[in-house]
């Protein structure tokens, strides 16, 4: 079982930025964050492939980030960052990170139910 913890949310201004971190415990091959708002679905921020393969570094991001939100990642020390600027009230939401044992395609990569782990959520206000 790997264990995904995150860390980084919090209260910020529109326009600031925030970055997320999201440290695992062992390997996983497809990892991402996910946002859940209030009385809303979970829905997939980016999504980044980390097996080493030719897909190794592939990156996806729904519409509503593009240009303000960055994934990476930290092989060495298994961490998973989400860099957040132009932050909108939009964007407030507990964010998640999540793995999957295994590679998905670019449709799955955005659905919750093809990763098996997931951390505790960090909370990110933009007011």
């Known amino acids: 079982h790997v264990q995904l913890v995150e860390s980084g949310g919090g209260s910020v201004q529109a326009g600031g930025s925030l970055r997320l971190s999201c440290v695992a415990s062992?390997?996983?091959?497809?990892m991402a964050w996910f946002r859940q708002a209030p009385g809303k679905e979970r829905e997939a921020v980016a999504t980044?492939?980390?097996?080493?393969?030719?897909?190794?570094?592939?990156?996806d991001y729904a519409d509503s980030v593009k240009g303000r939100f960055t994934i990476s990642r930290d092989g060495a020390t298994r961490t998973l960052y989400l860099q957040m600027d132009s932050l909108k009230p939009e964007d407030t939401a507990m964010y998640y990170c999540?793995?999957?044992?295994?590679?998905?395609?670019?449709?799955?990569?955005?659905?919750?139910?093809?990763?098996?782990?997931w951390g505790q959520g960090t909370q990110v206000t933009v007011s």
């Open positions: 062992g390997p996983s091959v497809t």
């Open positions: 999540a793995a999957a044992p295994r590679q998905w395609d670019g449709h799955s990569r955005v659905c919750p139910k093809v990763y098996l782990h």
């Open positions: 980044y492939i980390t097996d080493g393969s030719g897909a190794d570094g592939t990156i």
